[in-house]
């Protein structure tokens, strides 16, 4: 199971909220907050994109164990089917779920500059 990846994007989310609570309302302030959230941008970016991947992975990883099984391949179990397919269903729930959150986010920011 891929939760890794999104414990990491979560992780990063608390970093970078506590980050802008410490900051304080300085000239230079906005300016270095630019500056990061540049390149955190991109780190950012770089983690959801791996989640993702690993989400992908984990459906693929399942249906090719499907396939096999359905094949009569004899060294793929139908446990072995089964804790694929919740794995990968778990993960793409998991992915949802931040995809969710990020898409509420979004709107709330919208409706404060609005």
Request: glycine share 6%; hydrophobic share 50%; no cysteine.
């Amino acid at each position: 199971m891929q939760i890794d990846p999104m414990q990491s994007v979560l992780a990063q989310m608390r970093s970078l909220a506590a980050q802008a609570a410490a900051r304080p309302d300085g000239g230079n302030a906005a300016a270095a907050l630019g500056a990061t959230a540049a390149a955190q941008q991109s780190d950012f970016a770089t983690t959801l994109k791996t989640a993702v991947d690993g989400v992908n992975g984990a459906l693929q990883q399942a249906n090719a164990l499907q396939q096999q099984f359905i094949s009569g391949a004899s060294d793929v179990s139908l446990s072995d089917v089964m804790l694929a397919s919740q794995k990968a269903s778990l993960s793409f729930q998991a992915a949802l779920q931040v995809r969710n959150k990020l898409v509420s986010a979004y709107q709330d920011i919208m409706n404060i500059q609005a």
